[in-house]
């Protein structure tokens, strides 16, 4: 599946507005986004869904990709690339809490894990409130001053 192609399941601008959302997410850069959301709608197209996408949601079940066809999806506009790279992105997103990725010796399952930062969902006064009060005693806490010893 080339870029045109993911345009036809899911439009370049809804996948941009997405990218932008994920790169708030410490350790994701642009192109790592960019990737995760290819994956995101190959993974939904190849799992069954046959109607162009109006979002992105959670897969039914892990899906079966092999690395030459993340390899393809990721660098097919590129000269560099290979099964190799991507499976070290496949990695590094399993890192960053994207994905789950399960190896059984003959095939790779990948699964897409909840992203808080895509759910329409606002958060609940009490997870504000919680997330409020941790960083107030984190702020309030010093460091901890250790004892001079000595030697006699």
């Known amino acids: 599946m080339d870029v ?3 345009n036809n399941w899911f439009p370049a601008k809804s996948r941009q507005a997405i990218v932008a959302q994920l790169v708030k997410r410490v350790g994701l850069t ?5 990737y995760f959301v290819r994956l995101w709608v190959y ?3 190849k799992q069954g869904d046959r109607t162009p996408l109006k979002q992105l949601e959670p897969l039914k079940a892990p899906v079966v ?6 390899a393809e999806l990721f660098y097919h506009d590129q000269d560099r690339g290979s099964d190799r790279a991507a499976g070290m992105i496949l990695t590094k997103l399993v890192a960053l809490g994207l994905i789950q990725k399960t190896f059984d010796g003959n095939t790779t399952q990948i699964e897409i894990l909840p992203i808080p930062e895509l759910s329409a969902e606002p958060p609940t006064l009490a997870e504000v409130l919680s997330i409020a009060l941790i960083r107030a005693v984190m702020r309030s806490l010093s460091p901890i001053s250790w004892p001079k010893t000595t030697t006699g």
């Open 65 to 70: 990709c092999s690395l030459s066809e993340v």
């Open 30 to 34: 642009g192109v790592r986004a960019e």
């Open 4 to 6: 045109t192609e993911l």
């Open 43 to 45: 993974l939904l197209v």
